[in-house]
Every structure is written in C-alpha cells, then in structure tokens.
C-alpha cells in the first residue's frame, strides 16, 4: 500500500486543503490518526466535502479528541495517552493519504512526536509550506528533521501567497522539489479543488 502522509512547517499552513487536492488527484483514501478539536468540524468532514470522486474511503480516527490543542495535552485533558502502537493503519488495497497534527514535533505524548508516527507507519511525507516571517527557518528545519531520519519526502506544496525569494532559500538548502501550488482562494470548493489536483506533480 502506498501510503502519504500530509505534514505542514506548522499549524494551520493548508494541510487539509492540500489532503484533499491530493486525495481528488489520487482517487486515494484518506485517515487522520489524530484529531484534536471538532468543534467547528473534523478534519474528516471537511475532506468529505471537498472531493469529488466516488473511490475515496474516508477512514475513522484513531484518536478524536475534544480539545483543540496539541495531541499530548488534549489527550491529557481528557485521561488518555496516546500511543502509537496503538494507532493500527486501516486495511485498504488504495492509495492512502494521511493527515497530520500540526508539524513534525508535535507531542503526541511525553514520549512520541508526529515524526516518529511517520517512521512508524513506513509512510512518504508530502511537507505544506506557507510563506509568513520565520517560515524559511520552520521550512528547513522540518525538511533536515526528515533527512536526517532518511524518511522518504515526495515533496512540497506550496500554500498561499508565491514568494520567490523565500522558495529559492529553501530549495538551494534543501534536496527536495515543488510538487504543486495552491493559492489563496475565497472559498475552497469542489471544483476548486479539482483544479488544482489536475495539477500537483504526483
């Protein structure tokens, strides 16, 4: 099974949005292991209605939590401890996209990041990157944090404004590519996000 995981240099960068362009180009299946606050929604339900294709299973978390914190402290809050012996990859013969919490060093407990969830679930990482103030330096110590665990990056996606001089920095210290781009956009529709998944470089 060919499995991707969707990361980002940090919250809120574009990682659902750049699941779902991923998962329309693919026809792929899709599982977020972790979902900490579903107040305002999952990030489940708002893949569900972003895709187009009849193909796509969207796959039941492993841990959903109320609190819209990072994992360790919304587990906390709630008396559980997240383990990721515990977090059992859901039988599929698709393609499966899998969808992050946070960035790379997020805790999932005292003992476990999202990073060595990656390494557990043997899956190729798809890094998001946002251009903002800082967003160079969350870039590249993301992608080193991948090198130097020799996990596999298919690329990255660029979410938002272009910026040429901060894409140009990160590439030369990098050894990795620009696989696709997704802009601002008003609204993130269905046909949107076909658009774009006709696109991205997979």
């Known amino acids: 099974m060919r499995k991707i995981f969707v990361t980002g240099i940090g919250?809120?960068?574009g990682k659902t949005i750049a699941a779902a362009v991923i998962i329309e180009a693919l026809q792929a299946d899709y599982w977020k292991p972790v979902q900490a606050g579903f107040?305002?929604?999952t990030d489940s339900e708002t893949i569900r209605s972003l895709i187009s294709n009849s193909k796509t299973v969207i796959h039941p978390e492993a841990y959903?939590?109320?609190?819209p914190a990072?994992?360790?402290?919304a587990a906390a809050a709630e008396g559980i401890t997240i383990s990721i012996k515990n977090i059992k990859v859901p039988q599929t013969d698709n393609i499966l996209v899998i969808e992050g919490a946070g960035g790379l060093m997020v805790p999932l407990s005292e003992k476990e990041l999202v990073i060595d969830l990656i390494e557990e679930l043997q899956a190729e990482v798809v890094v998001i990157v946002?251009?903002?103030?800082?967003?160079?330096?969350?870039?590249l110590l993301s992608l080193q944090a991948l090198k130097q665990r020799k996990l596999p990056v298919t690329g990255i996606i660029i979410s938002g404004a272009v910026n040429e001089q901060s894409e140009k920095a990160i590439l030369s210290f990098?050894?990795?590519?620009?696989?696709g781009r997704i802009g601002e956009e008003k609204t993130f529709t269905k046909a949107v996000i076909s658009g774009y998944a006709q696109k991205i470089l997979l």
Do not use: W
């Open 11 to 13: 919250t809120d960068v």
């Open 39 to 41: 107040a305002d929604g």
């Open 64 to 67: 959903k939590l109320k609190m």
């Open 70 to 73: 990072s994992p360790h402290a």
């Open 130 to 139: 946002r251009h903002y103030l800082g967003s160079i330096n969350h870039s």
């Open 174 to 179: 990098s050894d990795y590519k620009i696989i």
